[in-house]
């Protein structure tokens, strides 16, 4: 198996699956805090108590949203070199466990704690 230079569409391809994922996780963060806050007004009676933990909460949501933004955005203008050296590494997994797949076996087990004891 001959190892190949990643494509454009490998790349725009596992950019799009980043950033969907980020989009998915800030959503689900913001419902998962709308929901709390929903949840939290019931039982907390003290109003100045509330509005401490939720806008705390909010700080943090904003901040996580504000980080996954930058990420983005980082991935967006390195995202070549990053991607591009990630998916070399894949590629030449693939094709070491393609020429010697009792290698390749070996090289996973190792790396999840079957790890062999050889003697000198």
Same mark, same amino acid.
């Given at each position: &198996? +001959? /190892?190949?230079?990643?494509?454009? %569409? =490998? $790349?725009?391809s596992m950019y799009r699956r980043d950033l969907c994922? *980020? $989009? @998915?996780?800030? /959503? $689900?963060?913001?419902? !998962? #805090? !709308?929901?709390? /806050? *929903?949840? &939290?007004?019931?039982? $907390?009676?003290?109003? @100045?108590?509330? #509005?401490?933990? *939720? #806008?705390?909460? #909010? ?8 980080? &996954? /933004? %930058?990420? &983005?955005?980082?991935?967006?203008? =390195? ?5 591009? +050296?990630?998916?070399?590494?894949? !590629? =030449?997994?693939? *094709? ?10 070996? @090289? ?13």
């Amino acid at each position: &198996m +001959q /190892v190949t230079a990643p494509s454009e %569409a =490998q $790349i725009s391809s596992m950019y799009r699956r980043d950033l969907c994922t *980020a $989009i @998915l996780f800030v /959503v $689900i963060l913001w419902l !998962t #805090f !709308t929901v709390v /806050v *929903a949840l &939290m007004t019931d039982d $907390i009676k003290s109003g @100045l108590l509330m #509005f401490v933990l *939720a #806008f705390l909460g #909010f700080a943090v949501c904003t901040l996580n949203t504000l980080s &996954m /933004v %930058a990420t &983005m955005r980082h991935l967006r203008e =390195q995202g070549d070199k990053l991607y591009r +050296q990630e998916l070399y590494w894949l !590629t =030449q997994t693939r *094709a070491d466990r393609a020429r010697s797949p009792r290698e390749g076996r070996k @090289l996973k087990d190792y790396y999840h704690g079957k790890r062999e004891t050889r003697e000198f």
